[in-house]
């Protein structure tokens, strides 16, 4: 669990920098279409594939996997429960939880996906790097004098 934990917190930091605008860009540029997006999203990472953030789409998919196969899993468990294998490790009561904690899980983290993707479209146009081009500008006047 701590893993997940882990992945969910690192996920949003994985994605590629958001381009920075050049003093020459036009500044009426919109960048990409989070209306797009979110309709890419609807296939997990579909978003993050409009939007180019690789390792984040390959992250969300991954966790739907994970999820969706331990969802399978408990599933199963339940519904085998009386006739189940020796050695049962579980309560029936148990089973159901994880079942159901991992279905919140899925839907949790296509929602997740689904928002990150609107979220990132809407940011592309947004100067990622504002605060160290003020910097810069700043010391080359000063370099300047």
């Known amino acids: ?59 969300l998919i991954a966790a739907e996997i994970y999820f969706v196969n331990k969802f399978r899993e408990n599933r199963d468990n339940v519904k085998q429960y009386p006739d189940g294998p020796d050695g049962t490790e579980f309560s029936l009561n148990r089973y159901l939880e994880k079942r159901n904690k991992y279905a919140w899980w899925v839907v949790g983290t296509y929602l997740y996906a689904m928002v990150d993707a609107y979220v990132d479209a809407h940011l592309d146009s947004f100067p990622a790097d504002s605060t160290a081009q003020e910097i810069n500008e700043e010391n080359t006047s000063i370099q300047e004098q």
């Open 1 to 59: 669990m701590k893993v997940l934990t882990v992945l969910f917190l690192v996920l949003p930091f994985m994605g590629q920098p958001l381009a920075a605008q050049t003093a020459g860009a036009d500044s009426t540029r919109t960048g990409r279409d989070p209306r797009k997006a979110l309709v890419s999203s609807i296939i997990i990472g579909g978003g993050q594939a409009y939007n180019r953030a690789w390792l984040k789409m390959i992250g």
